[in-house]
T-cell receptor, first 115, second 109 residues
Framework: ETGVTQTPRHLVMGMTNKKSLKCEQH?????MYWYKQSAKKPLELMFV???????ENNSVPSRFSPECPNSSHLFLHLHTLQPEDSALYLC??????????????FGSGTRLTVV | EDQVTQSPEALRLQEGESSSLNCSYT??????LFWYRQDPGKGPEFLFT???AGEEKEKERLKATLTKKESFLHITAPKPEDSATYLC??????????FGKGTSLLVTP
């Protein structure tokens, strides 16, 4: 167990569905992140939360909506997705901005398939 | 614009055959360069952080080095369990980790 838990591990959803991804960390970290990992592409940063405030949004489509109710939990709400949104969605956490020491701790990801 | 380029894209080694993976980067204000290992179906696992040119770090059969333009991950006498994708990432000043595409390493017995 990495200390960052993501659920579900696998998700298949239709383009008209609404679903949510959940991430939980018990490391005492105060920053959390969503990354998208697609085949043959680098990890793409989607959202950053520091002390529960969103500090960066890399022009992600509005069909992705993050929520961070506290420093231990992070959600990614999904609606009206497109097939090209199929990917591995990774959650990560860090102490402060992760620049000192160990960077980010990642969860195992949610494999999302949009049909 | 910050860029991270990893090479080769894929590497196949015989067990015991040493080699190096490359990570070239351009970044404004490097705060740190990170190496991660990713196994299939799992998230990236932290290996090393390097902060300044000339710095080196070692862990078992892995050794990471850093210059002003690139980093190398040297793998000495690899074993099949070293097979994984190795990711390089840079942290610019004030921003989140920026990743390369990774090198997929396969070590055969």
């Amino acid at each position: 167990e990495t200390g960052v838990t993501q659920t579900p591990r696998h998700l298949v959803m239709g383009m008209t569905n609404k679903k949510s991804l959940k991430c939980e960390q018990h490391l005492g970290h105060n920053a959390m992140y969503w990354y998208k990992q697609s085949a043959k592409k680098p990890l793409e940063l989607m959202f950053v939360y520091s002390l529960e405030e969103r500090v960066e949004n890399n022009s992600v489509p509005s069909r992705f909506s993050p929520e961070c109710p506290n420093s231990s939990h992070l959600f990614l709400h999904l609606h009206t997705l497109q097939p090209e949104d199929s990917a591995l969605y990774l959650c990560a956490s860090s102490l402060d901005d992760g620049g000192s020491g160990y960077g980010y701790t990642f969860g195992s990801g949610t494999r999302l398939t949009v049909v | 614009e910050d860029q991270v380029t990893q090479s080769p894209e894929a590497l196949r080694l015989q067990e015991g055959e040493s080699s190096s993976l490359n990570c070239s980067y351009t970044v404004s204000g490097l705060r740190g360069l990170f190496w991660y290992r990713q196994d299939p179906g799992k998230g990236p696992e932290f290996l090393f952080t390097l902060y300044s040119a000339g710095e080196e770090k070692e862990k078992e059969r892995l050794k990471a080095t850093l210059t002003k333009k690139e980093s190398f991950l040297h793998i000495t006498a690899p074993k099949p369990e070293d097979s994984a994708t190795y990711l390089c990432a840079v942290m610019p000043a004030g921003y989140a980790l920026n990743f390369g595409k990774g090198t997929s390493l396969l070590v055969t017995p």
